[in-house]
C-alpha cells in the first residue's frame, strides 16, 4: 500500500514538472511577499523592483508573485506553489522566510532562490541585503541638527540585529552632533500595522520626542508626525506625500538593479550562489532628496553620505563603547566586521532602554 | 408588498442539507460576476479555485496539512460551544502547547534521546494547552467572569510568553540573534507520511479525533449531558447534569487538542518554534466550526474546504494573477451566505400584501 502510494506521488511529480519543462518558454520568475504590493513600504518597494525587471527583460522573464505570506507554516508552501508552477529563479523578500526556502531548495536543487535579509545559503540559495546602517547614521546626524528636544522618537520592528545594528548606527551619529542626545524606542512587534505604528508614533511624540524615525514599513508614524508638527523619516520607499512637510529623508529600497543582474545572470547561465550585502556605494539602497531642513544641515547630510559611499567613513568605527560601559571588541581593524554588525545584539552608550530579551 | 422572515414551527431537515450547497452555488455565480468585472475568464478561476487543487496528490497533500490543525482545533471547540461554552482562546492554547512541547525538544537538543522525545511532546502539549484553558473556565464557574474575554485575553499573554522565549533563553545560540529556536532533532519531528511530500502524521492524529469526538457525542452518556446542557439548560438541571463540571471539561478538551495541535504543527510543517506559528489557527477554527455546524464529521468538510480555497486561492494568483485581495472576498462572501441560507433552516421568507391586512400603525 505504501509502495503503491509512492509510486503514485512520484508519478505525479514527474508528470507535473515534464508539463512545467515543456510550458516555460520564457524564464519564469516568482516573488514571494510578506505584505501587500500596496503597503507602500517593504513590499512595495520590492515589487517596485519586480516592475522594473519587467521594463528591462519583460521580452524574455514572465514573473509571478504571491503577496501577504505569513513567516509561518504557509511560507514553504507558498514557495513551493511557484516552484511548480514553473519558477526557475524565486526571490523570497523577508528575513522569515529564511528555513522555509532552505527546505524548499533542497526538494528542488534545479531551481535557483534568493533570500532577503537572511544568513543561511546552500548551492542554489544566494542572501542578499542591504548596509542600511549606513542611511541610519545620515539620519542620526540630521535628527541630532533639527531635533530641539534632544529626544529622538524610534518605532521598532523586532529587536533583530537588522534593527539595533540601526539604532546603534543612529545614536553614534547623533551622539557626534548633540552628546547629550536620548532616544525612546518603541517596538511594535510587527512590520506593518498602521494602527500600532500610528499609536507609536503618537506615544513617542507625547514623551517629548520631536524627531520620528522608524523601521517599520507603514507611513501612519509619517502622518502622525506630520498631524502634530514634528519631524520624521520615511522607511523603505518616498513617503514625502504624507508628510511634505515633514519627511526629512527616507531609506529608499532600490532592489530593480540588483533583481536585473540576478535575472541576467540565469538567463545567461552564469547564477552562482552568493551573499550579497551592498552598501550606498553599490546601490542596494539610496537616500531620498534631505527636504525640510536649512541649507547647512542639507550639506551636512550630502558630505555624510558621499564620505560612505567613498569608504572614507564607517559607521561603527571603532572604539565601540557598548551599554554597559566596555568597549567592544574590534574585528575588523578600524571598524567592527560585518559579522559583528550582522549579528549585533547589543545597545551602545547612551540609549537609555534595555534591548528586549537581553 | 413587503417580503419578510417568518420563523418555521420546527427546523427544516431539507433546508438544513441543502443549504450549504445554495451557498455554494450563490457563492459560485457572484464569484462568476466578479470575475467578469475584472476581466478574468470565471470558467478558468473557479476551476483554479476549486478543481486544480483536488488533482494531484502534491496540492492534495497540502490541502491535508492545512485543515489539520484547523480540525483539530475545530473538534475541540465544537464540544465548548454545544456545551455553551465559549472558548475564544484557542490560538493561545495552541499556542502554549506548542511552547510546552518544544521545550522538551530544546533541552534535548544534541543529546542521544531516543524515540521517546516526539510522544513526550505531545502528551506534555495536550497537557499544558489543557491547563491553560482551564484558567477562564475556573474563572468563570468559580467567580462568574465571562470566559470569552479571560479566553481571548490570554491569547497574547501566550504569544508574548512565546517571543520571550525566542529571543531570550531558547534563542537559537548560531541563530545570529534572530529570534527562533534552533531546527529540532530528528526525534523530536513529526514523521512524514509520504517521502518528499508534505503530509504528517497529524493529520492521522486529526482523523481520530474527529472518530473520537463523533463517538464522544453520538455514543456516549457525557456527549448527550453535553448537547442537553447546551441546547435546554433548564431541562439539564432538572437532569441533575452540572453544568459548571461541564464547562471545566469542555474547555480543558478543547484546550489539550488546541495544544496538540500546536506542537505538531511546530514539530511538524515548521520544524522549529519561532513567533508567527499560527497565521491565526486558532480564531479561523472557530469558523470552521460553525460552518461545519458542530458536527465532527461536518467539521472535518469544513477544515477541508477552507483549506482548499487557501490552496486554491495561492494557485489563481499564481495562474491567473488574480490578487489576494479577490480570494479573501471570496472567502467572505461564501461565509455570508453560508450564514444567511442557514437562517432558511429556521426562518422562511414570506410575501406580505400590507393592503389586504388592517394596518397595524406603521404599515
Redesign the interface.
Known amino acids: 500500500m505504501r509502495k503503491s502510494?509512492?509510486a503514485?506521488?512520484a508519478g505525479?511529480?514527474l508528470a507535473?514538472s515534464v508539463s512545467a519543462a515543456s510550458a516555460a518558454d520564457k524564464l519564469k520568475v516568482?516573488f514571494i511577499y510578506l505584505g501587500?504590493i500596496g503597503d507602500l513600504g517593504w513590499t512595495y518597494q520590492h515589487d517596485v523592483g519586480r516592475q522594473a525587471l519587467v521594463k528591462e527583460l519583460g521580452d524574455k522573464i514572465e514573473t509571478?508573485?504571491?503577496?501577504?505570506v505569513?513567516?509561518?507554516?504557509?511560507a514553504?508552501?507558498?514557495i513551493?506553489?511557484?516552484v511548480?508552477?514553473g519558477n526557475k529563479l524565486i526571490f523570497t523578500t523577508s528575513?522569515?522566510y529564511m528555513?522555509p526556502t532552505l527546505?524548499v531548495a533542497k526538494?528542488y536543487p534545479n531551481v535557483h532562490f534568493e533570500h532577503s535579509t537572511g544568513?543561511k545559503r546552500d548551492k542554489n540559495m544566494s542572501t542578499y541585503s542591504a548596509k542600511w546602517y549606513q542611511g541610519r547614521y545620515i539620519q542620526g546626524l540630521i535628527a541630532a541638527k533639527m531635533s530641539k528636544s534632544g529626544v529622538l522618537g524610534y518605532i521598532g520592528s523586532?529587536?533583530?540585529?537588522e534593527v539595533v545594528s540601526g539604532i546603534n548606527a543612529t545614536i553614534l551619529a547623533a551622539q557626534t552632533i548633540n552628546p547629550n542626545i536620548k532616544v525612546k524606542i518603541i517596538w511594535a512587534?510587527t512590520w506593518f500595522d498602521p494602527g500600532k505604528e500610528a499609536d507609536a508614533a503618537k506615544a513617542l511624540i507625547d514623551q517629548g520626542a520631536d524627531v520620528i524615525m522608524q523601521h517599520t514599513d507603514s507611513p501612519a508614524a509619517m502622518q502622525i508626525a506630520s498631524e502634530r508638527g514634528k519631524l520624521a523619516f520615511g522607511q523603505d520607499s518616498e513617503m514625502i506625500k504624507f508628510g511634505p512637510k515633514t519627511q526629512l529623508t527616507s531609506i529608499l529600497d532600490t532592489w530593480g538593479p540588483y533583481y536585473i543582474d540576478r535575472v541576467k545572470a540565469e538567463l545567461a547561465g552564469t547564477w552562482k550562489s552568493e551573499d550579497t550585502w551592498g552598501g550606498l556605494d553599490s546601490h542596494m539602497f539610496a537616500m531620498a532628496p534631505y527636504t525640510n531642513m536649512p541649507d547647512d544641515v542639507k550639506k551636512m547630510a550630502e558630505d555624510a553620505q558621499a564620505a560612505i559611499t567613498a569608504g572614507k567613513l564607517h559607521p561603527f568605527k571603532c572604539p565601540i563603547v557598548a551599554q554597559d560601559g566596555k568597549t567592544v571588541e574590534c574585528k575588523g581593524g578600524a571598524n567592527l566586521d560585518d559579522g559583528q554588525i550582522?549579528?549585533?545584539?547589543f545597545y551602545v552608550k547612551g540609549i537609555d532602554d534595555k534591548l528586549?530579551?537581553? | 408588498m413587503q417580503l419578510v422572515l417568518e420563523k418555521r414551527a420546527e427546523r427544516s431537515n431539507t433546508i438544513a442539507l441543502v443549504s450549504p450547497l445554495i451557498a455554494i452555488g450563490l457563492t459560485i455565480v457572484t464569484m462568476t460576476i466578479l470575475f467578469a468585472i475584472l476581466g478574468k475568464n470565471p470558467l478558468l478561476a473557479l476551476h483554479a479555485y476549486f478543481v486544480a487543487p483536488l488533482t494531484?496528490?502534491?496540492s492534495l497533500q497540502?490541502i491535508a496539512?492545512?485543515a489539520t490543525p484547523l480540525v483539530m482545533i475545530a473538534i475541540g471547540l465544537s464540544l465548548c460551544y454545544l456545551a455553551n461554552a465559549w472558548n475564544i482562546g484557542a490560538e493561545g492554547q495552541f499556542l502554549i502547547g506548542a511552547v510546552a512541547g518544544s521545550w522538551i525538544a530544546v533541552k534535548t537538543q544534541g543529546t542521544d534521546a531516543g524515540a521517546w522525545v516526539l510522544p513526550a511532546m505531545l502528551v506534555l502539549a495536550a497537557a499544558a494547552g489543557a491547563l491553560y484553558a482551564l484558567i477562564p473556565a475556573i474563572c468563570k464557574v468559580k467567580f462568574g467572569a465571562s470566559e470569552i474575554l479571560t479566553s481571548l485575553m490570554l491569547v497574547y499573554v501566550a504569544d508574548l510568553f512565546l517571543?520571550?522565549l525566542v529571543?531570550?533563553p531558547w534563542?537559537d545560540p548560531h541563530g545570529?540573534?534572530?529570534?527562533?529556536t534552533a531546527?529540532f532533532d530528528p526525534v523530536a519531528t513529526v514523521p512524514l507520511l509520504?517521502?518528499?511530500?508534505?503530509l504528517h502524521l497529524g493529520s492521522i492524529i486529526a482523523l481520530l479525533v474527529v472518530a473520537a469526538a463523533a463517538i464522544l457525542l453520538g455514543r456516549t452518556i457525557k456527549g448527550f449531558e453535553i448537547r442537553v446542557v447546551g441546547a435546554a439548560p433548564r431541562a439539564a438541571r432538572f437532569g441533575g447534569f452540572n453544568a459548571n463540571q461541564l464547562i471545566i471539561l469542555t474547555f480543558a478538551v478543547s484546550g489539550a487538542l488546541a495544544g496538540l495541535a500546536g506542537i505538531i504543527?511546530v514539530a511538524g510543517?515548521?520544524?522549529?518554534l519561532?513567533?508567527?506559528?499560527?497565521?491565526g489557527y486558532g480564531f479561523t477554527a472557530i469558523i470552521v466550526a460553525f460552518l461545519g455546524r458542530l458536527n465532527p464529521l461536518g467539521i472535518l468538510i469544513a477544515g477541508l474546504f477552507l483549506a482548499l480555497t487557501?490552496?486554491g486561492g495561492?494557485?489563481a494568483?499564481?495562474?491567473m494573477?488574480i490578487?489576494?485581495?479577490v480570494t479573501k472576498v471570496f472567502q467572505g462572501i461564501l461565509l455570508f451566505y453560508v450564514l444567511a441560507c442557514d437562517s432558511l433552516i429556521l426562518y422562511r421568507f414570506k410575501l406580505v400584501f400590507p393592503n389586504r391586512q388592517v394596518a397595524r400603525g406603521t404599515g
Do not use: C, W
Not at chain 1, 70 to 74: L, T, V
Not at chain 1, 342 to 345: I, S
Not at chain 2, 274 to 279: C, L, Y
Open positions: 502510494l509512492l503514485l506521488a505525479l511529480l507535473g516568482g501587500p509571478t508573485y504571491l503577496e501577504n505569513p513567516e509561518g507554516p504557509d514553504e508552501r507558498a513551493e506553489q511557484l511548480r508552477a528575513f522569515g528555513d527546505k526538494k544568513y523586532f529587536p533583530i540585529p512587534n550582522l549579528g549585533m545584539n528586549p530579551g537581553k | 494531484d496528490s502534491y497540502e496539512v492545512k517571543d520571550y529571543r531570550g534563542r545570529f540573534n534572530f529570534p527562533t531546527e509520504i517521502e518528499g511530500g508534505r504543527e510543517p515548521v520544524g522549529h519561532q513567533p508567527g506559528i499560527s497565521p487557501f490552496i495561492e494557485q494568483q499564481i495562474a494573477k490578487p489576494l485581495d
